[in-house]
């Protein structure tokens, strides 16, 4: 009776350890890269959408993107939400967050330019136009802050000053006059590309307001969490010429130089 429980002691053993070795020796499954969380101005969402995907294709690197104004994002940056890039509508929120040391300046590139154009509902005719309503973004937002300069320098800010109707980013504004809600709008040129609820109206010139560029950069995060340098590759490839040859496929200019 001992050796029968001696010998089924020495199987079980025996098995145990042929299980170890078999699992040691099967092959793992690699474990995904964590998602890259791109914080991103809203007149960016198509042609971002469109660069993450090529980007994961080629790459397997997910990125997670959140949109809003560039004001919102910035000021939820220097609170400590958890992104691990921010492509700014404007130079200034860029400059604001480098200021507060929570941005790779080094890494820092311009990705693309804009024009500002003045919108109607497409559902309207082409004569005449109604001044009564002018949504525009608030001007703590990059769209906003542009807009606000050209009516100024285009001596019309007194008077349209009293009838706006003030939007929490270009987005909010391009959809007011969309849903014939406002009969004017404000908004960069790429926004009224990619509603057709909309008509240009006019463009304003280029020299009535301050260049419109796109800075994008690693942020350095509080929590100590993210990867920076999968931050900085794909930040490479927006810069690069896949990534700019997405930008120009939705009406996007080349950055200045």
């Known amino acids: 009776m001992a050796k029968a429980e001696a010998g089924i002691g020495r199987r079980n053993g025996l098995l145990l350890l042929a299980a170890t070795v078999l699992a040691a020796c099967s092959p793992r499954r690699p474990v995904a890269p964590s998602p890259?969380?791109?914080f991103a101005a809203a007149s960016l969402r198509e042609v971002l959408d469109a660069a993450v995907a090529d980007y994961r294709q080629r790459s397997g690197q997910a990125v997670r993107a959140t949109y809003a104004g560039s004001a919102q994002l910035a000021r939820q940056i220097a609170q400590g939400a958890?992104?691990?890039?921010?492509?700014?509508?404007?130079?200034?929120?860029?400059?604001?967050?480098d200021q507060r040391?929570?941005?790779?300046?080094?890494?820092?590139?311009?990705?693309?330019?804009?024009?500002?154009?003045?919108?109607?509902?497409?559902?309207?005719s082409g004569a005449g136009v109604d001044l009564t309503v002018l949504a525009m973004a608030d001007a703590a937002v990059p769209a906003g802050r542009y807009g606000q300069q050209a009516l100024l320098r285009l001596n019309?800010?007194?008077?349209?000053?009293?009838?706006?109707?003030?939007?929490?980013?270009?987005?909010?504004?391009?959809?007011?006059?969309?849903?014939?809600?406002?009969?004017?709008?404000?908004?960069?040129?790429?926004?009224?590309?990619?509603?057709p609820r909309v008509r240009v109206v006019a463009s304003f010139p280029a020299t009535s307001h301050a260049p419109i560029v796109y800075p994008g950069a690693p942020v350095r995060r509080r929590d100590g969490a993210g990867d920076p340098e999968a931050a900085r590759a794909f930040l490479a490839f927006l810069a690069g010429a896949e990534g700019q040859t997405r930008f120009r496929r939705f009406g996007f200019s080349p950055a200045p130089v």
Do not use: K
Not at 160 to 178: E, G, Y
């Open 101 to 124: 040391g929570l941005i790779e300046a080094s890494a820092r590139r311009d990705l693309a330019a804009n024009r500002l154009v003045l919108i109607a509902p497409a559902s309207t």
């Open 156 to 195: 019309l800010w007194s008077g349209v000053s009293h009838r706006l109707a003030p939007a929490a980013d270009v987005r909010a504004a391009l959809s007011l006059v969309a849903r014939a809600e406002a009969p004017l709008g404000v908004v960069y040129a790429t926004d009224a590309r990619v509603e």
């Open 82 to 97: 958890p992104a691990d890039l921010f492509v700014s509508a404007d130079e200034a929120w860029m400059d604001w967050l």
């Open 36 to 38: 890259i969380d791109l």
